[in-house]
């Protein structure tokens, strides 16, 4: 059964990068697609972006060209940084599994990480 | 971005009751929808993906139904584990959208 784990820093400073990984464990990373979906407190959910193995990826035009999303196959994990980060980044953070394009059926997730952007 | 709107927000039932939770697109779907349920604290759970198909592992008293712009999801008779926020994704137009949910509460 795949397993995703999100890991990183639960609190950022405004302006700056939030970075995150994701360890895949229980199946490989060279198929599918990986994305990133967040969930401001109390709200609902906001697709990222995504990658392959291959590192082709992509993001959600919204968050313009702050976003960053890189692979390591070897390690089994794809990354994801956010940059110059203000208090509306406050959310939780899931990785997931997309087996169709990037964007449209998450069928295996994280179990999220809290990030709060607080000085 | 196609606006995804769920209704109603939060719903009343006891065990038992068949519930359905609507959702309507601002442009048409086709069937590209998926119907995901999140409990408190947890991550969202895939429950039916094209429209209608019903994820594996998933009981059989969830279904989900509609094309173009409006989508129903159906739990034929509500068990105390269905107690959740209920959420509807479009996957027709980049980028996929999420409905702002429904929470499933006992009555």
């Known amino acids: 059964q795949v397993q995703l784990q999100e890991s990183g820093p639960g609190l950022v400073k405004p302006s700056e990068t939030l970075s995150l990984t994701c360890t895949v464990s229980?199946?490989?990373?060279?198929?599918?697609?990986w994305s990133w979906i967040r969930q401001p407190p109390g709200k609902g959910l906001e697709w990222i972006g995504y990658i392959n193995y291959r590192g082709s990826t992509n993001h959600n035009p919204s968050l313009k060209s702050r976003v960053t999303i890189s692979v390591d196959t070897s390690k089994s994990q794809f990354s994801l940084k956010l940059s110059s980060v203000t208090a509306a980044d406050t959310a939780v953070y899931y990785c997931?599994?997309?087996?169709?394009?990037?964007?449209?059926?998450?069928?295996?997730w994280g179990q999220g990480i809290l990030v709060t952007v607080s000085s | 971005d196609i606006q995804m709107t769920q209704s109603p927000s939060t719903l009343s039932a006891s065990v038992g009751d068949r519930v359905t939770i609507t959702c309507r697109a601002s442009?048409?779907?086709?069937?590209?929808l998926a119907w995901y349920q999140q409990k408190p604290g947890k991550a969202p759970k895939l429950l039916i993906y094209k429209a209608s198909s019903l994820e594996n592992g998933v009981p059989s008293r969830f279904s989900g139904s509609g094309s173009g712009t409006q989508f129903t999801l159906t739990i034929s008779s509500l068990q105390p584990d269905d107690f959740a926020t209920y959420f509807c994704?479009?996957?027709?137009?980049?980028?996929?959208?999420f409905g702002q949910g429904t929470q499933v509460e006992i009555k």
């Open positions: 994704q479009q996957y027709n137009t980049y980028p996929g959208t």
């Open positions: 997931a599994r997309d087996r169709l394009s990037g964007w449209s059926t998450f069928d295996h």
């Open positions: 442009q048409s779907l086709n069937s590209w």
């Open positions: 229980g199946g490989s990373i060279t198929s599918y697609y």
